[in-house]
């Protein structure tokens, strides 16, 4: 089966330091790859560099399709409501949540929409915040917001530069459960964190950056 | 195409929730009009002499002023990295994203102009042609501007260098939209400055969304 991401001979330069190379990686269906290292390593180059926000130094990535990208900044906009932000967040990435025949009336679309929108929301611990603008939100809900993405129709493959920032306990164990399922089902899970894994699929593999290329 | 219904609503929704964006440049045009009649005194002929190009100064430094913060909001939170990754051609999204800014901030300015016209003492038969010229200049404004601040908008302290990108680009039309206004004035034919202007509208159009699309990817790349 064809592997939906595959780099190879990947190297990255940051002001005159190289971080890494000669890095090759490849993620097909069941995979998770958690990137560490010490903070300067490198992890977010490298996760921008395999979403394709960055070009790398030398070498290539080839994606099948768009990943599903979260970054340290989320795309969660102040001034939107949770569901306006992800609606919005939605339909840029073409993936239509609570999918009705074509044959139903547009009215009916637009209510399934909605409906899996909350649904996610609920998903993630946001009940009743669903129309709250987010600037009034704490940054661990907004965080979830963010990670609220996860539960609705997205791409197989998702790249996740440290999700578990400002989340509780409750949420971390959530999320990993979440992530580990999505591999299970056939998706692909590349993050960065700096702690320890509680659930990890088969396919789980662990990168480690800095000191090797000193 | 429901990305580009989804991307109007939103942004409308961030105009509309934070009217002071909108509202600063158009007070911003409005005071620097009135303060030249205050400097120069009260003289009509030369008030109505300097009006095509006091005017035309006026209103593309307020629109560059509205500009700053076109794109440095979507830039902070990570809106831009998504719009970046989105299987949807970028160029279009900002063109997009530009004509709707331009429908509330540019458009606003336009219709402000007639009053300031008569304010400065322009003829009413000026003002049709004052208004087309600014209703083809306003855009080509926004446009080129858009590509500065796609250019800028990773810097800290962009503001004054986004005015050295952009204000050598604004010169033909500035020279063509207070040559309009100048031409109808002096009681002569205008159209051939407002049809270069409409083609500098075209070609803005066309090319300009590209041309921001490569900065945006230059900028969220840094």
Not at chain 1, 53 to 75: D, E, F, Q, S
């Amino acid at each position: 089966m064809n592997p939906y991401l595959q780099a190879s001979a990947l190297a990255c330069e940051r002001d005159g330091r190289l971080l890494f190379e000669h890095l090759a990686l490849s993620l097909g269906a069941g995979d998770m790859l958690q990137v560490s290292g010490p903070n300067g390593a490198g992890k977010t180059s490298l996760l921008r560099v395999l979403a394709g926000l960055m070009a790398p130094t030398a070498g290539h990535v080839r994606c099948t399709a768009k990943p599903l990208w979260v970054g340290h900044a989320a795309g969660i906009q102040e001034r939107l409501s949770a569901e306006e932000n992800l609606a919005w967040l939605c339909a840029l990435h073409a993936t239509a949540p609570g999918k009705v025949p074509a044959t139903a009336p547009a009215t009916e679309g637009r209510a399934a929409y909605r409906a899996a929108i909350w649904q996610a929301l609920a998903e993630v611990g946001l009940r009743g915040f669903e129309d709250v603008p987010c600037h009034s939100l704490s940054a661990g809900q907004k965080r979830r917001v963010a990670l609220a993405r996860l539960y609705l129709p997205a791409p197989r493959l998702w790249v996740l530069d440290e999700p578990f920032t400002a989340l509780d306990i409750q949420a971390v164990a959530q999320l990993e459960a979440h992530l580990a399922a999505h591999c299970e089902q056939g998706g692909a899970v590349v993050l960065t964190t700096h702690h320890l894994l509680g659930r990890r699929p088969p396919g789980f593999a662990e990168l480690a950056l800095g000191g090797a290329t000193a | 195409m429901s990305v580009l219904a989804e991307l109007l609503k939103r942004e409308v929704r961030l105009l509309c929730r934070r009217p002071g964006e909108l509202l600063n440049p158009l007070v911003f045009f409005a005071i620097v009009v009135a303060l030249f009649p205050l400097a120069l005194g009260a003289q009509p002929q030369l008030l109505q002499a300097v009006a095509p190009g006091l005017v035309w100064v006026a209103a593309l430094l307020a629109v560059l002023l509205s500009l700053e913060g076109l794109f440095r909001s979507d830039f902070e939170d990570g809106s831009l990295e998504q719009m970046v990754l989105s299987p949807q051609p970028l160029a279009l999204l900002m063109l997009a994203k530009v004509l709707v800014h331009w429908l509330f901030s540019g458009l606003a300015l336009v219709l402000l102009a007639p009053l300031l016209g008569v304010m400065l003492g322009l003829p009413l038969v000026c003002l049709p042609v004052l208004l087309a010229s600014l209703l083809l200049g306003t855009p080509v404004l926004s446009l080129l501007g858009a590509i500065g601040a796609a250019l800028t908008v990773g810097l800290k302290r962009g503001g004054l260098l986004l005015a050295l990108l952009v204000l050598p680009l604004y010169i033909p039309v500035l020279i063509l939209g207070s040559g309009a206004l100048q031409a109808a004035l002096q009681g002569l034919p205008s159209g051939g400055y407002l049809l270069w202007l409409a083609s500098l509208a075209a070609l803005a159009l066309a090319l300009a969304p590209l041309a921001i699309a490569a900065g945006l990817r230059i900028s969220v790349a840094e």
